[in-house]
Nanobody, 132 residues
Framework: RVDLMQSGGGSVQAGGSMKLSCVHTEDPYNDYYMAWFRQAPGKKCEGVAVIGNDGAPTYGEPVKGRFTISKDNATRTLSLQMNSLKPEDTAVYYC??????????????????????????WGQGTQVTVSS
């Protein structure tokens, strides 16, 4: 069973834009934290952006001001709009989801939100390549 289905990705020149999407089919859709992670060759997987079940976004420092995470409850779609892309944004990007119970009472815990091990549902990954 695939609960997260990603689309988007590809190649773009530095300074360009790209949008990633992820459809989440589990219920109750509104009661999940959803996130984007990325992994570059030879590097650890890092958190890019997280959106809580209340719709509040949090961003990793490298992408603040350039990326926007959003979700459309009507279509069950999580999106990542990436602007002003840099070569260092090149990576495989993954969407992830976890029931909000995992984060109960920890809404201010940045490390928990951006910890790979906090999430048990993952998309298949999509390559994003930014050329200089």
């Amino acid at each position: 069973r695939v609960d997260l289905m990603q689309s988007g990705g590809g190649s773009v020149q530095a300074g360009g834009s790209m949008k990633l999407s992820c459809v989440h089919t589990e219920d109750p859709y509104n009661d999940y934290y959803m996130a984007w992670f990325r992994q570059a060759p030879g590097k650890k997987c890092e958190g890019v952006a997280v959106i809580g079940n209340d719709g509040a976004p949090t961003y990793g420092e490298p992408v603040k001001g350039r990326f926007t995470i959003s979700k459309d409850n009507a279509t069950r779609t999580l999106s990542l709009q990436m602007n002003s892309l840099k070569p260092e944004d090149t990576a495989v990007y993954y969407c992830a989801a976890e029931p909000s119970l995992r984060f109960l009472g920890q809404s201010e815990n940045y490390n928990l939100r951006f910890d790979v091990s906090s999430y048990t549902r993952w998309g298949q990954g999509t390559q994003v390549t930014v050329s200089s």
